[in-house]
Nanobody, 124 residues
Framework: QVHLLESGGGSVQVGGSLRLSCEVS????????MAWFRQAPGKEREGVAA????????YYVDSVKGRFTIAQDNTKNTMYLQMNSLKPEDTAMYYC?????????????????WGQGLQVTVSS
């Protein structure tokens, strides 16, 4: 079993920054494909960034490229999402997800494990 614990959400003004963290505990012996998803009110959930712990490769959707950075710290079993130049349209619940099955970079379908979600609010 794997547990994901997120932290770091909050409110920020346009142009500001936030860093989300996702600590992985439990059966962490395997490599994981990990991703951040978000869901704004009235909208479908969307994947925004992903990383595969096996080779460190990353993937970003166009809307966050150049502004968000996903990274891993293997010593802390933690994944991060550094979000810079935040926009009002980044406002959403953000979810960390992980899956021991690697389906290719950019996969944003159903994942095996999910965090509880964090609210990120960007105000103008």
């Amino acid at each position: 079993q794997v547990h994901l614990l997120e932290s770091g959400g909050g409110s920020v003004q346009v142009g500001g920054s936030l860093r989300l963290s996702c600590e992985v505990s439990g059966d962490t012996y395997n490599d994981f494909y990990m991703a951040w998803f978000r869901q704004a009110p009235g909208k479908e959930r969307e994947g925004v960034a992903a990383i595969y712990t096996g080779h460190g490769g990353t993937y970003y959707v166009d809307s966050v490229k150049g502004r968000f950075t996903i990274a891993q710290d293997n010593t802390k079993n933690t994944m991060y999402l550094q979000m810079n130049s935040l926009k009002p349209e980044d406002t959403a619940m953000y979810y960390c997800a992980a899956d021991p099955v690697f389906r290719g970079m950019g996969f944003f379908g159903i994942m095996a494990y999910w965090g509880q979600g964090l609210q990120v609010t960007v105000s103008s």
